[in-house]
Every structure is written in C-alpha cells, then in structure tokens.
C-alpha cells in the first residue's frame, strides 16, 4: 500500500511539474521580469504607482477618526476615551497615528492585506495599536486563527479572529484574505516598467543604433573583403557608435542597414500614457491626482474629487470603521458607540464657496452663528447660540388685500 501512494504520488508530480514548466526561454524572461515589478519595492519605482498609493495612503490617513457615543439625540465625540487619545496622538510607542494607518493603507494596497495587534495594558485596558510587520502573520482559513511571528515587535503566538484586526484589498478567496492591488495590475506594470527601461537605456546610450553590415555576395564574403576583416569593420563600427560619433566610415563596397527603433517610432511616449491611465484606473485614482498630462477645469476637479470620495475611498473608510467598531469595542457598547471618520475636512473647497454654505446654514437655521464660527475654530461669541431663520417669505394666502393696504380709497 505505501508503495502504490508512493507511485502515486511520483507521478502526481511528475505530471504537475512538467505540466507547469515553461520551457519557452523568451516567456521565462518575460514571466521573471513581470514577477520582479510585481513586487511592491519595485512596483513603487514607477512614479503612477508611488503617486496612486500615496494619495490613497496619505488622504486616508489625514482623516480624523473619532469614537462617538449616542446621547440619546446624536452621536457626539466622547472627550475621555481612551481610543480618542490613540487616533488623535500615538498609537504606539514607535508610531504616531497618521504613521500608523498610512503604513497601513500601504500595506493593503501593495501586500493585499494589513494585520493590526490592539495590545492591551496589565489591568486589561487598550494600550497600544500595532501594525505587524509584512509576511509576519498568516491566516488560517479553517480554524479561523492568526499564527502571527513577528520579531520586530515581539509579538508571537496563535490568535483568534477577535484579537487581530484584519484589513483586507480585494479579494478572490471569498472576502478570507486580500490581494495586492500590483498583482491585478501586473500586466500594466509591467508594460509601464518597460517603457520606462527602454527609455533610460536609450538615454544612457545616447539612443545608440544598431544594424547589420551588408553587401558583396555570399562567395566572397561581405563585399570583397574577407569574413575576419569584415568583423574587425564591425567592431570599428559599433565602436565609432558607442563614442558618439556622427559620421563613420564605411568600405565602399559595405553598407550598414539600421535595425533599431527611435522611440517616436516605437511609441514609447503613447506607450508610457496609456500604463499611467491604466495604473489609475486599478488604483481609483484620477488622472489629474497623478499630475497626468490631461486639461482639466475647475469643475471638473470638483467633480472628480467626489466621486474619489464616493467611489474609492468610502470603501475603504467603511471597512477600517466596520473593523475597528468591532474589534475594539465591547459587544455590549455596540449599539451606543461607534468609530467613524470626520469627512468633513474632505468636503474643503475655497473660502468664498465655504463662506457661501456657511451663510446659507446659518440663515436656513441650519446651525447657529457659534457653530459656523467654530467650525472655522473662531471663538464663539455671545448671543451667536441661538438659531436664526430668514422672514422674507411668506404663504400666497397671507398676501394683504387692497382695502388693507389702502383702507382711505373711495369705493367706486
């Protein structure tokens, strides 16, 4: 029997392995340069992926996150939580909270997935929140527990699902773990990365050409000089290239035929804005964020900065909201207590728009005069508590008579 599993096994594996190996050298090459750009370090190299996750990273960490409880009419900031002193100041003894989710962020996008270890205090309360190290953590499906080994922090063991707060990319397992964003989008970064390589070694060769020595006939060699003679003209010639010189001399009876391509006519300019495009497009960012070459008005940039909000970075702010609420919360205190973003600082636009809407509030009855003036951190003054609404409107029914108006006027 354990010679029949042994067989089996063996051709198991000959059969994947010979199935699974490409004996193609050119999609080798291209397979191992597509994996290497694949990587974060090398994917963040381009300039569209180091603007995209930037912007991701940065706006989202820029955003102040607050736990709020329910006062029995709204949800207001609770002044002595201790989650509010972590959001709004060190979330660990290494990192400041923008540091933090930043990191974050960036691990989501370029690993697929960001493992968060909220360590608590001897007397059981939240002391720290700690981002663990890339490829220190992996998570088991089946048992639904987080085998964490990270040597940076110290923080080592098998963990439930409650202990570990799992931020998570989009995914093709069924929503258990994340994939990178460069993953999906290899296929662009790696046309982009090319481009990119083909135009700096141009540069740095001075887009030097190349071609082939042709002539004579193939009786008496390269015109009627002989094949080592013939050689030694062409390592004259690749020499004179390489130097820079512009004009070379060539045997009469030789003549060179260029076989390379100028970068107008491979197309690397059009090449090189269509990945950018492309690289936007993955990441949900718009092109006019990533300084692409695109005229773009002020309403347009208006309207663009909304559907970000909208469309990319509301999901990811209702994950980190939905994740942190239930891991850091009490089961009990759920009802009552929320984390949530303050996206107001998304919504900043110039000062005569801002003063506009904080006019039209205040007159609406909207809010009071103290709370636009705080929201602009005035100090509030006297007298500015109360609501305000404008009286120059009035129902069609109300409207005077012309004997009211005129009550002196002779009745014809």
């Not at 397979?31 to 990587?39: G, I, L, Q, W």
């Amino acid at each position: 029997m354990e010679l029949l599993s042994f067989f089996t096994r063996w051709f198991k594996r000959s059969y994947q392995d010979s199935s699974c190996v490409n004996h193609d050298p050119i999609q080798r090459t291209i397979d191992a340069f597509r994996n290497e750009v694949s990587t974060p370090d090398s994917a963040m190299a381009i300039a569209s992926v180091y603007r995209c996750v930037d912007i991701l990273s940065g706006t989202i960490a820029s955003l102040d996150l607050h736990h709020e409880r329910w006062s029995g009419k709204v949800f207001g900031y609770v002044a002595n939580s201790r989650l509010n002193s972590l959001f709004s100041g060190e979330a660990n003894r290494r990192q400041n909270f923008f540091t933090f989710l930043q990191n974050a962020i960036i691990q989501v996008l370029m690993s697929g997935n960001a493992y968060i270890y909220p360590k608590l205090s001897d007397s059981g309360d939240l002391s720290e929140l700690i981002l663990l190290s890339s490829g220190s953590v992996s998570y088991d499906q089946n048992s639904n527990l987080y085998h964490v080994s990270d040597y940076v922090w110290g923080v080592n063991g098998v963990f439930s699902s409650d202990e570990i707060i799992h931020l998570k990319n989009k995914s093709l397992d069924g929503g258990y773990t994340g994939v990178s964003t460069i993953r999906y989008a290899s296929q662009c970064i790696t046309l982009s990365a090319n481009a990119d390589k083909q135009t700096n070694d141009g540069l740095q060769s001075g887009n030097q050409k190349s071609g082939f020595l042709v002539g004579g006939n193939e009786l008496q060699g390269v015109g009627a000089l002989s094949e080592d003679v013939a050689d030694r003209v062409a390592d004259r010639v690749n020499n004179d290239i390489a130097r820079g010189r512009k004009i070379i001399r060539l045997p009469g009876a030789v003549q060179f035929i260029e076989s390379s391509m100028s970068n107008s006519d491979a197309e690397l300019l059009e090449v090189r804005k269509y990945s950018v495009l492309d690289v936007c497009r993955f990441f949900g960012v718009h092109p006019y964020m990533v300084f692409a070459d695109q005229s773009t008005n002020y309403k347009e940039a208006e309207n663009a900065q909304i559907n970000f909000l909208n469309q990319t970075l509301r999901p990811y702010l209702k994950q980190i909201e939905q994740e942190f609420s239930i891991k850091l919360l009490p089961r009990s205190k759920r009802s009552s207590d929320r984390i949530r973003f303050d996206l107001s600082g998304l919504y900043s636009t110039d000062l005569k728009t801002r003063a506009a809407y904080i006019k039209s509030s205040v007159e609406a009855g909207v809010m009071t005069p103290n709370e636009g003036r705080i929201s602009e951190n005035r100090e509030p003054l006297e007298g500015g508590d109360q609501l305000f609404i404008s009286c120059n409107v009035a129902k069609v029914s109300s409207r005077p008579s012309i004997d009211d108006v005129n009550p002196d006027t002779p009745q014809e």
